[in-house]
């Protein structure tokens, strides 16, 4: 996983609350040494992001750094 790259939730999400958004895409904004920021794709609020564990996500589209 790499800044720029397009990722979905794992299947199933390590979180209950996270299956409501299974069926988005999210685009990695910043990585941490476990984690990660992401944001939604298609989301009308663009300054919403999510503050996860990068092993929640699989790469979907890798065209990141």
């Known amino acids: 996983m790499k800044v720029g790259d397009t990722v979905k939730l794992v299947n199933p999400p390590p979180c209950e609350w996270m299956e409501f958004y ?3 895409t999210f685009l990695v904004e ?5 984690g990660c920021r992401v944001r939604m794709l298609g989301d009308t609020k663009a300054e919403r992001h999510w503050f996860v564990k990068k092993d929640s996500f699989e790469v979907i589209y890798g065209d990141g750094e």
Do not use: A, G, T, V
């Open 22 to 24: 299974s069926d988005r």
């Open 30 to 34: 910043d990585l941490f040494e476990e």
